[in-house]
């Protein structure tokens, strides 16, 4: 069993930058793959990024690269997201994710562990 907890959301202007982070324990970390997920209000849950065992292997979806980065700290059991120059539109619950596996995927399905989830909201 993995357990995942979410930190680091809040409510920030348009413009200003977040990171969230996700500490795991339950299993060794450098084995599992990351992904960060996020569902905006009234809406189904979305693909943000994605990391594998080693920042060598990092998916995004297209609309989102530049401004997200995904990144890990394996002596730290630890992944984040660092968000820049947030939108009105990420405003959403952030989850992050653990699969056993080498690579991460942009599927909910593939995942075998979830957090709680994060807030974040972007108003001015």
């Known amino acids: 069993q993995v357990t995942l907890v979410e930190s680091g959301g809040g409510l920030v202007q348009p413009g200003a930058s977040l990171r969230l982070s996700c500490e795991t324990s339950?299993?060794?970390?450098?084995?599992?793959?990351m992904g960060w997920f996020r569902q905006p209000p009234g809406k189904e849950r979305e693909f943000v990024a994605a990391?594998?065992?080693?920042?060598?292997?990092?998916v995004y979806p297209d609309d989102r690269k530049g401004r997200f980065t995904i990144s890990r700290d394996n002596a730290k059991n630890t992944v984040y997201l660092q968000m820049d120059n947030l939108r009105p539109e990420d405003t959403a619950d952030y989850y992050c994710?653990?699969?056993?596996?080498?690579?991460?995927?942009?599927?909910?399905?593939?995942?075998?562990?979830w957090g709680q989830g994060t807030q974040v909201t972007v108003s001015s």
């Open positions: 339950g299993r060794p970390f450098s084995r599992l793959a």
């Open positions: 990391i594998g065992w080693t920042e060598d292997h990092i």
């Open positions: 994710a653990a699969r056993e596996d080498l690579y991460g995927s942009m599927w909910e399905s593939m995942y075998d562990y």
